[in-house]
């Protein structure tokens, strides 16, 4: 697992995204970027997260940060997701999980004693050098975006 270092070059993606085309770090090079990784489209809590997200969406644009939520579902998936909860920010797909393992939030989890490889809710804000700024590992959902907002502000 790879440890997420503040201050570290954040490692660079390109990754397909909603909508159709792909995302990449380097293109928002200047901007601060919020990379929100989630396990899963259109489930509770991952749902809560992408949509208190999207509500910020004008305060981080306002504070020059751009949001990405990253998760292992497919494009087309994130087209469904986006559409049935209005989502207004970019959703990448890494079905190949590099992206995922690079920042080390592809680990092994644990439910009802059975282990399997998964997401940790982790988000990650990338100042407008590209460099770690901060790191939020094991994401409680409530409250998270409005502290990600603040941090983004600080920067």
């Not at 490692?11 to 995302?23: E, I, K, M, N, S």
């Not at 407008?128 to 790191?135: H, M, P």
Request: a negative charge; glycine letters at 8%.
């Amino acid at each position: 697992m790879t440890e997420l270092t503040i201050g570290a070059s954040a490692p660079d993606f390109t990754l397909p995204r909603d909508g159709g085309g792909t995302v990449s770090l380097a293109e928002f090079k200047g901007k601060a970027v919020v990379l929100f990784f989630y396990p899963k489209d259109d489930t509770s809590g991952c749902t809560a997260e992408s949509i208190a997200f999207t509500s910020l969406a004008a305060d981080f644009e306002a504070a020059g940060a751009v949001i990405i939520g990253l998760s292992p579902d497919s494009v087309k998936s994130h087209d469904k997701f986006a559409k049935k909860h209005a989502l207004s920010v970019i959703l990448a797909s890494d079905e190949e999980k590099a992206t995922l393992s690079d920042y080390g939030v592809w680990v092994e989890k644990s439910m009802y004693g059975r282990k399997y490889m998964g997401v940790e809710r982790t988000t990650v804000l990338i100042d407008k050098d590209g460099n770690l700024a901060s790191v939020w590992q094991k994401v409680k959902v409530p409250g998270h975006a409005e502290a990600v907002l603040d941090a983004a502000k600080a920067l």
